[in-house]
Antibody, heavy 121, light 110 residues
Framework: QVRLVESGGGVVRSGRSLRLSCAAS????????IHWVRRTPGKGLEWVAV????????FYADSVKGRFSISRDYSKNMVYLQLSSLRVDDTAVYFC??????????????WGQGTRVTVSS | SYVLTQPPSMSVAPGQTARIPCGGS??????VHWYQHKSGQAPLLVVF???ARPSGIPERFSGSESGNTATLTINGVEAGDEADYFC?????????????FGGGTKLTVL
């Protein structure tokens, strides 16, 4: 079945880096854009980043622009989120998500279970 | 930046109706989606494209839109409906795209 599985979370000191992974299965990986969304303790759900089907187009939330980088590996059906210059307010559960169709603006109806990132000061 | 506004919390007795609003500029021109999120779980889509319901979601959940406000309605609220609910839209400008979530409404079942 269609599945997304995140990994790579952990506890990290402020200013350090971390790479999150999202393993995709059960669908044609090349056909879909993939998002990262986070759930923070205080702010709720926050969209973080998206990558296009061919990996050439990315968009980021203003809060992470210049610090986070999204990429994908077609040989492994994986999407990555590189987190750099981490701040305490980046503490969250990070989810990868896929839209219901191959359109950019479609609803996110496939979600992973999330991976927790805790940034300490 | 585009902003969606939701009340932070709402309380409803079992069997009653919960109506969760979501306000935003020119919201009528956008497709609004609603997610239910419980701690430790993946977000669950409960309404998409303003008023459509995914398969497997009870008919108690419905969506509507009027002017600049979208509303998620839960009829016959059950204890298991206690969760955080988020509205969401896609916002596109000439040089950027963002997927915007409302601040979320914590629904408490009394």
């Amino acid at each position: 079945q269609v599945r997304l599985v995140e990994s790579g979370g952990g506890v990290v000191r402020s200013g350090r880096s971390l790479r999150l992974s999202c393993a995709a299965s059960g669908f044609t990986f090349n056909d879909y854009i993939i998002h990262w969304v986070r759930r923070t303790p205080g702010k709720g759900l926050e969209w973080v980043a998206v990558i296009s089907q061919d990996g050439t187009t990315h968009f980021y939330a203003d809060s992470v622009k210049g610090r986070f980088s999204i990429s994908r590996d077609y040989s492994k059906n994986m999407v990555y989120l590189q987190l750099s210059s981490l701040r305490v307010d980046d503490t969250a559960v990070y989810f990868c998500a896929r839209p219901s169709t191959t359109s950019w603006n479609d609803v996110l109806n496939v979600w992973g279970q999330g991976t927790r990132v805790t940034v300490s000061s | 930046s585009y902003v969606l506004t939701q009340p932070p919390s709402m309380s409803v007795a079992p069997g009653q109706t919960a109506r969760i609003p979501c306000g935003g500029s020119d919201l009528g021109t956008k497709s609004v989606h609603w997610y239910q999120h419980k701690s430790g779980q993946a977000p669950l889509l409960v309404v998409f494209d303003d008023d459509a319901r995914p398969s497997g979601i009870p008919e108690r959940f419905s969506g509507s839109e009027s002017g600049n406000t979208a509303t998620l309605t839960i009829n016959g609220v059950e204890a298991g409906d206690e969760a955080d609910y988020f509205c969401q839209v896609w916002h596109s400008t000439s040089d950027h795209q963002t997927w915007v979530f409302g601040g979320g409404t914590k629904l408490t079942v009394l």
